[in-house]
Every structure is written in structure tokens, then in C-alpha cells.
């Protein structure tokens, strides 16, 4: 969509819109800075398969996000527009910086978040994520990773999570640290956002490396305790799945990241 037809489009359907400016484009969304007045939303909307492990939910994120006002954890609901763009949601514009490396400020975070509770109404997620695992593992050509999957682990709780909680999505605002793209919330064991931060792939996608071990501690000390080593050895298991899912798609930046997974997959289950 051109930036004429999304201004075009959002003035046809009464917003008061001035301007709009293309965002740096995600992996399964299109994101736009639109100007209203002295107020600035982010637009963002489909763009590309969504993956088993990060779903496009529109309803679960308006959930969310409802619960979640003025909260300062995630920007606030604006609108939702399902008829455009095949789904456009609209939320204020978090004013800040991509997050700059300080771990233990997400650790802060993560325990603020999972600290509240989820609204009812939102998935459930990451319970077996090994079962997750094997459930991406099917839809790739290669599934040569099913030798490597560790026992099976069921994981209880219901805490609220993002479930996407990596570099890109870390905003250093004016009010502190915020998670933005709220596009798979879901209810289910905090381990599963944890191990998505800490995951060694999702970290070198976001900013080329992965967390020292310094900086793991540092995560830990403001979080609270990591997940066992049988828990961690599953998550790494269910990213490298995603992992060669992504590279049977064409997406090469994937094949470093599902080394570094592997790696860490073996570290755990020698534990």
C-alpha cells in the first residue's frame, strides 16, 4: 500500500489524519507513523505468513492492550480498523529509542508485566513447548531437528505474556522502558516469554549477538529466577524449529540464529 492509498483509506473512514510515514517493516507487518493533530499513532498491518510461534491475534492484542492502559507497559489502543489493509490496528506512538542493551531493565520489565493478570479471552500459550516445537517442525520440508527434541515438559500458569519480547520491540521511552507490537498475547508460564528474550537467535536477528553470560545474570537479578535447565532445553528446541522454518521460507538471516540455538540447546541439556 502507497502512502497516498493508507491516507486516502484512513480519511475515508473519519480519521483526521495529516501525514503519514512508512516505519522500518517487520517480518509479518507493515508499520506506519501516522500524524493526527498534535497526535502521533503507529498504523501497523499484515504483511507476510504469519508463524505458528508468533500468530497474528488482532482480538487477543486489543485485549491486551485494554488491560494494559496507562500503564505505561505498551502504547494504548486507538482503533481498529479490520476492513483495512486486511486488519489495520492503530495505537499510540512510543516516542523513544530501540532498546539499548540493558538487561536488566528488561528483566524489570518482564516482572512488571508478569505480575499482572491476563484478561480473559487470551490464548493459551507455551505450555508444551515441545509439542509447539514438533507442531512448527511439521509444516518444514526438513525435520531432521525431531532427532534432537528433548523430553517433553508441561509447564503450568496464566500469567499475562507478550509473547514477543525481543530487541525490536523494546522501546526506551520517556516513562521508561515499553513493549510494543502486542500482535500474539497470550496467557501461559512466564518461562515462555523469559526464554524468548534469552534466546540466542532471537538476539542476534535483533541486534547480531547474543547475550553475554554477564548479561544473563544481570537479567536474572532483576527478573527472578531462570527456568530450570529441562525448560530451557525445550524453548531452545521449539526456536530452532522456528528457526528452519523461516529458512525453508528464504529468509537466510535465520541459518546463524539456528546455530546459536542449537548451541545453546546442547549447553542446556548438559546441565
Known sequence: MTPEALLSALRSRGWPVEAVERLPRGRTNCAWRVRSGERALTLRHPSGDPALLFPRDPAAERRALVALARTGLAPELAGWEPGLAGGAILTSYVEGRPWGGDA???G?????L????APV???VRGCDPVGE???ILAQCRDRGLAALAPPRVKLAGRALLHSDPVPGNLIEGPEGLALIDWQCPAAGPTAHDVMLFLSPAMQILGRER????AERQAFAAA???LPPPPVRAA???RMACHCQWRIERGDAAYRPALEAELRALARARRR
Open 104 to 106: 536488566a531493565a528488561v
Open 108 to 112: 524489570r520489565l518482564l516482572r512488571r
Open 114 to 117: 508478569h505480575g499482572r493478570a
Open 121 to 123: 479471552g487470551l490464548p
Open 133 to 135: 516445537g514438533f507442531a
Open 210 to 213: 547474543a547475550l553475554t553470560g
Open 223 to 225: 527478573y527472578g529466577p
Open 235 to 237: 524453548m531452545h528446541w
